[in-house]
T-cell receptor, first 114, second 113 residues
């Protein structure tokens, strides 16, 4: 079956621009997570959705970052006024339920801000 | 609070020799622990997980890990390394909330022919 997909795989943008990163979770998975991974580090939690609602957005670094999941399936991570420090790989994961189980990861979107 | 420390940023072994990747954790509660693997330009894949059942956990591709509460460790081992094992390995603990994963910094495994 299809796994988690993310588009685009690579995104290059200029400082100050707006970007959207898309995540398509595994069908039927109610939980969706966004992480950011910088070079040489483990993934860093950004936000978690249960269904359509953001159950925990405590990992979003500032108000330039926002994410939505309007129909409880596809999610979009939005970054306004991008900065060079936003350059990283953005990972999306989904799971069939919350609580102690495996999260299934997409291949990530590599964002480069020039 | 939960935290994870991977004691080696790089481990280099010869093909056919044993692999040991070390992980120590800190948790105020009974933890769930995971090892994930990340091959170059591929997504993260779960190797194995511990969720308070047997302390010796067997995973995919011949890997296993042992939960040692007294040592707060969850080291990953494999008896005989294969070239295809070359990748980055992450030790992970789940937070009290159970959905938030706390990640170690990763260990890069290098396999010498």
């Amino acid at each position: 079956g299809a796994g988690v997909s993310q588009t685009p795989s690579n995104k290059v943008t200029e400082k100050g621009k707006y970007v959207e990163l898309r995540c398509d979770p595994i069908s039927g998975h109610t939980a969706l997570y966004w992480y950011r991974q910088s070079l040489g580090q483990g993934p860093e939690f950004l936000i978690y959705f249960q269904g359509t609602g953001a159950a925990d957005d405590s990992g979003l670094p500032n108000d330039r970052f926002f994410a939505v999941r309007p129909e409880g399936s596809v999610s979009t991570l939005k970054i306004q006024r991008t900065e060079r420090g936003d350059s990283a790989v953005y990972l999306c994961a989904s799971s069939p339920r919350t609580g102690g189980g495996e999260q299934f990861f997409g291949p990530g979107t590599r964002l480069t801000v020039l | 609070a939960q935290s994870v420390t991977q004691l080696d940023s790089h481990v280099s072994v010869s093909e056919g020799t044993p692999v040991l990747l070390r992980c120590n954790y800190s948790s105020s509660y009974s933890p769930s622990l995971f090892w994930y693997v990340q091959h170059p330009n591929k997504g993260l894949q779960l190797l194995l997980k511990y969720t308070s059942a047997a302390t010796l956990v067997k995973g995919i591709n011949g890997f296993e890990a042992e939960f040692k509460k007294s040592e707060t460790s969850f080291h990953l081992t494999k008896p005989s390394a294969h070239m295809s094992d070359a990748a980055e390995y992450f030790c992970v603990v789940s937070a009290y909330s159970n959905y938030q994963l706390i990640w170690g910094a990763g260990t890069k495994l290098i396999i010498k022919p």
